[in-house]
């Protein structure tokens, strides 16, 4: 079935380094994906996307990596700060609107 | 997000008891989502409407029900609480982006609900 999953359920990180959140999907009909990221007592963000013809899309201090082939998608956050903890989730778009969330990774930024 | 509002922000109530959630957007979207997030399990679809004449069930509506009173508001109701659907509730808009799977959700702040 049709899953979106991640691989490591909690990420520390240094501040000022550079974070990278894993995600595998198993559906290989879904043609956009998005991270979004959840601080505490909020709801989730939009943070970036990518489109399926696609294999990287960069914003502002984060890059989004598509690979098809192995189903994976990764977030890099460049100079990690603090205001960047939060949980991060990956969701999968099959089309019009069903999206399908991650679990979600929750990332640790030590000071 | 200012422009996804959700009341209450957190409600206790009793097995048995109806409560409903509200939901408003000044988005201008016309689609509309009702998730749940339970630790552990990510965000799960309760209901969705594209417009307010179009309602459909998500992937675990049952002992929830829907209104979509305007293009703006889209309440959640449980008729029934039970002690299971404890979790956090979360309120969502999307417009259909340009070309096929471009639906990029809006999502309001929240409501954590405990039954008990």
């Known amino acids: 079935g049709e899953s979106v999953g991640l691989h490591l359920p909690t990420l520390s990180v240094q501040e000022g380094d550079n974070s990278i959140i894993n995600c595998a999907y198993s559906?290989?009909?879904?043609?956009?994906f998005i991270w979004y990221k959840q601080e505490s007592g909020k709801g989730p963000q939009f943070i970036i996307d990518?489109?399926?013809?696609?294999d990287k899309r960069q914003g502002q201090r984060v890059t989004v990596l598509l690979n098809k082939t192995v189903k994976h998608l990764s977030l890099q956050i460049a100079a990690t700060q603090p205001g960047d903890s939060a949980v991060y989730f990956c969701?999968?778009?099959?089309?019009?609107?069903?999206?399908?969330f991650g679990a979600g990774t929750r990332l640790f930024v030590k000071a | 997000d200012a422009d996804v509002t959700q009341t209450p922000r957190n409600r206790i109530t009793k097995t048995g008891k109806r409560i409903m959630l509200e939901c408003s957007q000044t988005?201008?979207?016309?689609?509309m989502y009702w998730y749940r997030q339970d630790p552990g399990l990510g965000l799960r679809l309760i209901y969705y409407?594209?417009?307010?004449?179009?309602?459909n069930k998500g992937e675990i509506s049952d002992g929830y029900s829907v209104s979509r009173q305007a293009q703006a508001k889209f309440s959640l109701s449980l008729e029934s609480a039970i002690p299971n659907q404890t979790a956090l509730y979360f309120c969502?808009?999307?417009?259909?982006?340009?070309?096929?799977?471009?639906?990029?959700?809006?999502f309001g702040p929240g409501t954590r609900l405990t039954v008990l």
């Open positions: 969502a808009t999307s417009e259909l982006g340009q070309g096929r799977g471009t639906d990029t959700q809006y």
């Open positions: 988005k201008g979207h016309d689609r």
């Open positions: 990518i489109r399926s013809n696609m």
């Open positions: 559906n290989s009909a879904s043609d956009y």
């Open positions: 409407s594209f417009d307010v004449k179009d309602i």
């Open positions: 969701a999968e778009n099959t089309g019009g609107f069903k999206t399908i």
